[in-house]
């Protein structure tokens, strides 16, 4: 250890207590507000963010638990173990909120403006960010193994996870970036409304790949040895604060203030031109995953009638805030 006040403790550093409640209290708080605005606005595709943020509360309450136990033990790593493993991973749920989200967007918009379909997106890049977060998880938990050979793996597995997932959030972000320019150049002032999610959405991505970046860095630079890590970013505390914490509340604080299911419909499939995208089913094995989806487009131009819960079509109902639309046009 490398202060003497910790010889005791499972830190190479003295952790703060009163900064471990602080951002306990600030995600304890942020997972109520967006448990309520999921559950007002229906919004339940939020559950990735709602996960996410679950974890943040975890992993601090267990940090606090950590702090008071491995001073006494520093055996008992049981609480750090969960804590690391909560931390690590709760930005990757964001993450996948965040693709979710841009998915939404295309739909609405219009997803010929996308380089990618918005399926795919959806699919393919929450079921990469969810190998993401496993692979994260499962290599934390290799941390708190007595083997420096474990120890060291597990470290290695953890870079490369994050590499990974800094190069997937590099990729989402040049796809966002051509959509929302696209799609700005045919729609222009008939997205003005919307304009405040895509702010919304970049500023909260580059929040999140600068810590992905932090975490990186971190765990390129550690060594391992028979005394503990070592290395300046995992013997200061503050820079845990600065670059993984700090803008993991930034962000979900965005997300609450500019919240997502305020801009979009509720029901997915709802274009900005009034014509709605009904799924077909697929037929193919791995369709789901693969096939791009098939759409019959029922025109509501025509003979489509405001009401306050949908847009009606004939025999089709379409339930919907049609009020939304009506801002849009």
């Given at each position: 250890?490398?202060n003497?006040?910790t010889?005791?403790?499972?830190?190479?550093?003295?952790?703060?207590?009163?900064?471990?409640?602080?951002?306990l209290?600030?995600?304890t708080?942020?997972f109520?507000?967006?448990?309520?605005?999921?559950?007002?606005?229906r919004?339940?595709?939020?559950?990735?963010?709602i996960?996410g943020l679950?974890?943040?509360?975890?992993?601090?309450?267990?940090r606090?638990?950590?702090i008071?136990?491995?001073?006494?033990?520093?055996k008992?790593?049981?609480?750090?173990?969960?804590?690391?493993?909560?931390i690590i991973?709760?930005?990757?749920c964001?993450?996948?909120?965040?693709y979710?989200?841009v998915?939404?967007?295309?739909?609405?918009?219009?997803?010929?403006h996308?380089?990618?379909?918005?399926n795919i997106l959806?699919?393919?890049?929450?079921?990469?960010?969810?190998v993401?977060?496993s692979?994260?998880?499962n290599?934390?938990?290799?941390?708190s193994?007595e083997?420096?050979?474990?120890?060291r793996?597990?470290?290695?597995?953890?870079?490369v996870?994050?590499?990974?997932?800094?190069?997937?959030?590099?990729?989402?972000?040049?796809i966002?970036i051509?959509f929302?320019t696209?799609?700005h150049?045919?729609?222009?002032?008939k997205?003005?409304?919307?304009?405040?999610?895509?702010y919304?959405?970049?500023i909260?991505?580059?929040?999140i790949?600068?810590?992905?970046?932090?975490r990186?860095?971190?765990y390129a630079?550690?060594?391992y040895?028979t005394?503990?890590?070592?290395?300046?970013?995992?013997?200061?505390?503050?820079?845990?604060?600065a670059?993984?914490?700090?803008?993991?509340a930034?962000?979900?604080m965005?997300?609450?203030?500019?919240?997502?299911?305020?801009?979009?419909?509720?029901?997915k499939?709802?274009?900005?031109d009034g014509?709605y995208?009904e799924?077909?089913?697929?037929?193919?094995?791995w369709?789901f995953?693969w096939?791009?989806?098939?759409?019959?487009?029922?025109d509501n131009s025509?003979s489509?009638?405001?009401?306050?819960?949908g847009i009606?079509t004939g025999s089709q109902?379409v339930?919907?805030e049609d009020?939304?639309l009506?801002?849009?046009r």
């Open positions: 250890m490398t003497g006040d010889d005791h403790s499972a830190y190479d550093y003295n952790p703060s207590k009163p900064a471990a409640w602080s951002f209290g600030i995600f708080l942020l109520l507000v967006h448990a309520f605005q999921a559950l007002k606005l919004s339940l595709w939020a559950w990735p963010l996960l679950f974890l943040e509360v975890l992993g601090f309450s267990m606090y638990v950590s008071i136990t491995t001073i006494h033990s520093a008992d790593v049981g609480p750090l173990v969960i804590s690391q493993i909560s991973v709760a930005p990757a964001i993450a996948a909120y965040l979710m989200a998915g939404r967007m295309m739909s609405f918009l219009g997803a010929e996308s380089p990618v379909s918005h959806t699919r393919i890049f929450v079921i990469a960010d969810y993401s977060i692979t994260q998880g290599a934390a938990g290799l941390l193994s083997s420096l050979m474990t120890i793996v597990g470290a290695y597995i953890i870079t996870a994050l590499a990974f997932q800094v190069v997937l959030m590099m990729y989402f972000l040049y966002t051509v929302d696209r799609s150049r045919v729609l222009r002032e997205r003005k409304s919307i304009q405040p999610l895509f919304c959405i970049y909260t991505t580059m929040l790949l600068l810590r992905s970046i932090y990186l860095i971190e630079t550690i060594k040895t005394t503990g890590p070592s290395g300046y970013t995992v013997n200061t505390e503050w820079i845990l604060f670059f993984d914490s700090g803008p993991v930034v962000s979900c965005i997300l609450a203030t500019i919240y997502p299911a305020q801009y979009l419909p509720h029901r499939g709802l274009r900005i014509t995208e799924q077909k089913p697929s037929t193919r094995v369709g995953l096939k791009r989806k098939q759409y019959r487009t029922i025509k489509a009638t405001n009401q306050s819960f009606e109902s339930p919907l009020r939304m009506d801002s849009y």
